[in-house]
């Protein structure tokens, strides 16, 4: 199995295959959503992976739709003491991204594992 290491661009390109009609007003919400989950978690590996949703959601922001509070929020990000935990939160999570399936349903895409039928 080829691993990858997920950065901004390689989160915003396979964003674009997963998501190919997603626009940037749906983006923004999803990085809000995913900061209230961040805020809603309640223990540190449950911050850590809002954390990681997080970043996940301004990458696509910053690198699809060239949004300037994306790529400030990436930019944060990376400069954060945390970082590497963080990064390491990103690259589980992007491997469980790979796992599932992406469907729209009331017009916001949602996850559906592929073992699901």
């Given at each position: 199995m080829k691993k990858f290491f997920w950065n901004e661009d390689s989160i915003s390109e396979w964003h674009q295959r997963?998501?190919?009609?997603?626009?940037?007003?749906?983006?923004?919400?999803k990085a809000s959503a995913e900061a209230k989950e961040?805020?809603?978690?309640?223990?540190?590996?449950?911050k850590m992976e809002e954390m990681a949703d997080f970043f996940?959601?301004?990458?696509a922001l910053a690198g699809r739709f060239n949004d300037a509070a994306?790529?400030?929020?990436?930019?944060?990000?990376?400069?954060n003491p945390y970082w590497n935990e963080i990064n390491?939160?990103?690259q589980c999570k992007m491997a469980v991204n790979l796992q599932r399936t992406f469907v729209r349903v009331d017009?916001?895409?949602?996850?559906k594992e592929k073992t699901d039928e």
């Open positions: 997963t998501f190919p009609d997603a626009e940037i007003a749906e983006q923004r919400e961040y805020f809603n978690a309640r223990s540190y590996p449950g996940i959601a301004n990458a994306g790529v400030l929020v990436c930019q944060l990000l990376r400069n390491r939160a990103v017009g916001q895409y949602q996850h």
